[in-house]
């Protein structure tokens, strides 16, 4: 479930990045943002109300300022009156420009929060964007751990005890960076993009059985950690018992479904003696063939061998075709 986003917290978390001050007495901070866009009122404030998506945070930048004070009182206080009629959360006003009346005093009596950014409106766009997108984002807790092995999010996963974190401390000892141990919180970017990240509180510190709890950027460095990575592959890890059916060519390519996104899932069976770290290793280099090169060890290797058996067919069917 998402989390309830008010102007209030957008007004605190956003207050530095998008330069912003609130405009008039503080009221309408506590109205719940329930959409992740944002956008012009557009002919809104010409009279037309059809179709207004007032759900939406509400920009008004050079353009529409500039418009109405060029109206005369009577009809900019009518299109105001109309705007502020309908339940918007917030309104924006971009490039530090004044608010032409009565637009604060019609705010105010519908108890909508006015704040004002210096910023122009298209940087405005591109910083808020991102910001609303990442808090209305589908999401879910996953438990494993998630680091990034050559650039790939690589998010192991399998019962508690397997050796998960053990696994990912060796990765990071070998220079790779850890994104979260125990708990992370995936997140849907668009249609296909996974987002992995820590809790603020347990943020890169790793519980190793019989150690306990390590600050792992105190004792490898800040660069041995990040805040989030892409989930670009899971592997599964299970305990061996002579029995599991094992893929042995790859060509069986499996997927898990994590918030509508299909990612592609591997299961290494551990016994004693292998080296689980190397093997991970390899399995992001070898993602990185598939997924960015557009080269299959294992279909490249069927291909070589049909390929093999067809020249030895066609080599037997010329010898018993030859009569002479």
């Known amino acids: ?157 399998g019962k508690s005890g397997i050796g998960k974190s053990e696994c990912v401390l060796d990765l990071v000892e070998r220079g790779h960076r850890l994104v979260a141990d125990d708990l992370v919180f995936a997140s849907r970017r668009g249609n296909d993009v996974l987002i992995g990240k820590g809790h603020e509180l347990q943020r890169h510190f790793m519980e190793i059985r019989g150690v306990g709890l390590l600050d792992i950027p105190a004792i490898f460095g800040i660069h041995a950690v990040r805040q989030q990575k892409r989930i670009e592959v899971v592997v599964v890890l299970e305990e061996w018992d002579g029995q599991a059916h094992v893929d042995r060519t790859g060509l069986d390519v499996q997927t898990i479904n994590i918030l509508g996104v299909e990612v592609p899932r591997l299961t290494v069976h551990l016994n004693p003696g292998k080296n689980i770290t190397v093997i991970a290793e390899v399995i992001a280099m070898n993602h990185l063939l598939r997924y960015y090169r557009g080269y299959d060890s294992a279909t490249a290797f069927n291909e070589r061998l049909i390929g093999q058996m067809r020249r030895n067919a066609d080599v037997q069917r010329y010898l018993q075709e030859d009569e002479e």
């Open 1 to 157: 479930m998402t989390p309830r986003l008010t102007v209030g917290t957008l007004y605190e978390r956003m207050k530095e990045p998008l330069e912003l001050e609130q405009l008039g007495p503080a009221i309408g901070l506590d109205r719940e943002i329930t959409s992740p866009e944002a956008s012009s009122p557009g002919l809104v404030l010409a009279g037309y109300i059809n179709r207004f998506p007032y759900q939406r945070i509400q920009v008004l930048g050079e353009t529409e300022i500039s418009y109405l004070q060029a109206l005369d009182v009577d009809q900019r206080t009518k299109y105001l009156e109309q705007f502020f009629g309908f339940p918007i959360p917030c309104a924006f006003i971009t490039k530090g420009l004044e608010p032409p009346a009565p637009l604060m005093a019609l705010a105010e009596r519908a108890g909508v929060a006015v704040l004002r950014t210096r910023l122009k409106t298209a940087e405005f766009y591109r910083l808020i964007k991102p910001y609303l997108a990442d808090q209305f984002a589908p999401t879910t807790t996953l438990h494993g751990s998630l680091a990034d092995v050559y650039g790939v999010g690589v998010f192991f996963t």
